[in-house]
């Protein structure tokens, strides 16, 4: 007993001995001029004693204080090799290399995409192992409990509270702690979107730790910060955490963390899970962005909103398209059990259009494979996600009862690679149905739908999007494209008729149709009243619920979170201001209604027309697929 509790109270020491680091000396940043001049205006601002701010404000300071304790590193690490014993990393050697070269003379902020908590186990103690400098983690407060954050502050992590709104004292705090790590060349990561994606996409950005970081980039103005985007994926997600997203997605609340949570969680990652893909994105230096971006005109809200999307859509661009995503894809746009020649002959068009645009596929996998793919099924079928029936002829793959959810989450893990695809689906179609259409028609209606679809994707700048609508066409017609030149009607609606691969359906149907519900709550409210958005948020998921018993709507767009960014969208345009005439109010909303009805008619459109493409894998031949 005397041994454990003596190495239990070096693990538990104080953050100050034995670090190999630190998230700053919290004694100096209480002292300094800048936090002490701070604290003074917030002081003045709210009407408060001055000392009563900079005690409650250092309390916050303590409370967020990290350190590299040697001892507890090692530790660390051998906790997370054992909570990740279900995968293997895959990380690319030569992204490590051009990282530890960058590590010797630049501070890295590593901003990732968040899948899994495993994200934190998988993530920072690789880059340890690889030599590169200890990270801080700007991680959630959920997770700050006996014993995982005890030991977790002394590993590098921060606990950062998140609904702070009503809070500042603790802004002011957190962004001292920030400005400090950042004057000090730490290297950081942290998730760009805030938390964890409930539907398998990357999702919006949130700017609070992006803003103190650009803030302290700026102050000192450091040319030597690399934001660093960077991808994890999982070949699959531990069922018990995935099965929580899907359920968090249609509105039950998200259960406490704590360490029964915690037990519990580990308990179910003892199956193995195939791999996970670890990738990075193309560096953004901060300060040379900033000033360019400045130089534009922009205000500072929009140089932090610009750089934010920026990050996104380089973490998507360096996103891989894994195996289970493809085979998932297939499942769901069959809507049927399939058979291993079904599923390889649906695959297939979405392999030779990967291949077309150099779309990487996570550890190499060849989709074209049978074997491959034949594996996935089985690997998801181990899971429970899929079932598999052999007792016919032959054997069939389908979703499993009440898994629809958890495949359009590996689904839309690829699902950024597909988003251009299919809006240059609706274009084409939009030129097809059109009387003396031109290419201006595509265009304006690719336009549309980005305008309306950009708080749940990243989309390029306006010309880099042309750049890939008119390459989306050449894919689909088989032949380069100048923007400038005329583009046959004729050819228009034979490369949709003869398209191998058709998918706004897939894409684009569920959140048009989330879009939808909130429409039809807008229109249900009365002009002039103030929005209750909780309130709005949840007529919404009852009416999705009973849309989609009536096949109205898709299941997966029975999702809260897909609402969330309904209703950014709404208040961009206007359709929560109170204070708006009621008849402009009105007609915007009605006016929204018919927008999206159009686009679910030209989506439904286009998945007619997929059914009618249904390709069957010739067995005999074994030599591809005919469409019948």
């Known amino acids: 007993m005397t041994v454990l509790a003596d190495r239990l109270a070096r693990l538990l020491r104080p953050h100050g001995s034995a670090t190999t680091g630190s998230s700053g000396d919290t004694e100096a940043l209480l002292c300094s001029d800048g936090f002490l001049t701070a604290t003074a205006q917030l002081a003045s601002k709210l009407g408060r004693d001055v000392d009563d701010v900079r005690a409650e404000a250092a309390a916050y300071v303590q409370e967020m204080a990290a350190s590299h304790v040697p001892l507890v590193v090692r530790t660390w690490h051998a906790l997370s090799a054992w909570m990740v014993r279900g995968f293997q990393i895959v990380v690319d050697d030569d992204d490590l290399a051009k990282l530890r070269a960058l590590d010797r003379d630049h501070a890295l902020i590593f901003l990732i995409s968040h899948r899994s908590y495993l994200d934190q186990f998988s993530f920072p103690p690789r880059l340890a192992q690889e ?84 803030d302290a980039v700026q102050s000192v103005e450091s040319e030597q910060t690399l934001a660093v985007p960077v991808s994890i994926i999982f070949d699959q997600l531990p069922l018990h955490e995935v099965k929580l997203m899907a359920a968090e997605s249609r509105g039950l609340p998200k259960q406490p963390e704590n360490a029964r949570w915690l037990l519990s969680y580990a308990r179910g990652l003892r199956h193995r899970l195939g791999r996970i893909y670890i990738t990075f994105g193309s560096p953004v230096p901060l300060y040379e962005r900033m000033v360019a971006l400045r130089a534009e005109g ?28 493809a085979v998932c894809v297939a499942m769901l746009g069959e809507d049927r059990a399939l058979t291993l020649d079904e599923v390889c002959a649906t695959v297939a068009p979405l392999a030779h259009y990967l291949c077309a645009r150099g779309w ?66 609706l274009a084409l179609l939009a030129m097809v149905r059109t009387p003396g259409a031109t290419k201006r028609t595509g265009w304006d209606k690719a336009l549309a739908v980005r305008e309306l679809l950009k708080f749940d994707f990243f989309f390029a700048g306006r010309a880099e999007f042309a750049d890939e609508l008119w390459n989306e066409f050449a894919i689909m017609t088989g032949r380069s494209h100048d923007p400038s030149a005329p583009l046959d009607i004729e050819e228009a609606a034979r490369s949709l008729n003869e398209s191998e691969l058709l998918v706004a359906h897939l894409v684009l149907r569920p959140f048009v149709d989330a879009y939808r519900v909130m429409a039809e709550e807008l229109l249900s409210l009365k002009p002039g009243r103030d929005v209750d958005e909780p309130v709005l948020l949840e007529r919404c998921l009852r009416l999705a619920r009973q849309w989609s018993l009536q096949h109205r709507i898709t299941e997966e767009s029975v999702s809260g979170e897909m609402f969330a960014t309904a209703l950014k969208m709404a208040r961009h345009r206007g359709l929560l201001d109170s204070q708006a005439a009621a008849h402009d109010l009105a007609d915007g909303r009605a006016a929204l209604v018919v927008e999206l009805d159009d686009l679910q008619r030209s989506i439904g459109e286009l998945a007619h027309m997929r059914r009618d493409l249904v390709p069957v894998y010739d067995g005999a031949a074994a030599s591809g697929y005919s469409v019948t």
């Not at 992590?157 to 709104?165: H, I, M």
């Not at 009503?166 to 920030?178: F, H, M, S």
């Open 298 to 325: 922009l205000t500072d809200r929009q140089v932090i909103e610009r750089i934010a999307l920026d990050i996104c859509h380089r973490l998507n661009k360096a996103t891989p398209v894994t195996a289970t995503a």
């Open 131 to 214: 030599g590169i400098s200890p990270t801080f983690g700007l991680a959630g407060a959920n997770l700050n409990f006996f014993p995982l954050g005890t030991l977790a502050r002394r590993n590098g992590f921060v606990p950062v509270r998140r609904a702070t709104g009503d809070v500042p004292v603790y802004r002011l705090a957190l962004r001292a702690l920030v400005g400090q790590m950042v004057a000090s060349g730490c290297n950081l990561v942290w998730s760009i979107e805030g938390g964890r994606t409930r539907t398998g996409k990357l999702r919006p950005p949130r700017y609070g730790l992006l803003r103190y970081v650009t």
């Open 360 to 425: 990487p596929v996570a550890g190499g996998a060849d989709l074209t494979d049978r074997a491959t793919v034949s594996q996935t099924l089985h690997d998801l079928v181990g899971s429970g996600v899929l079932t598999c029936y052999s007792e016919g002829p032959s054997t069939v793959w389908g979703i499993g009862d009440d898994q629809d959810l958890i495949v359009a989450v590996y689904r839309n893990s690829a699902i950024h690679v597909l988003v251009m695809r299919a809006i240059a689906e």
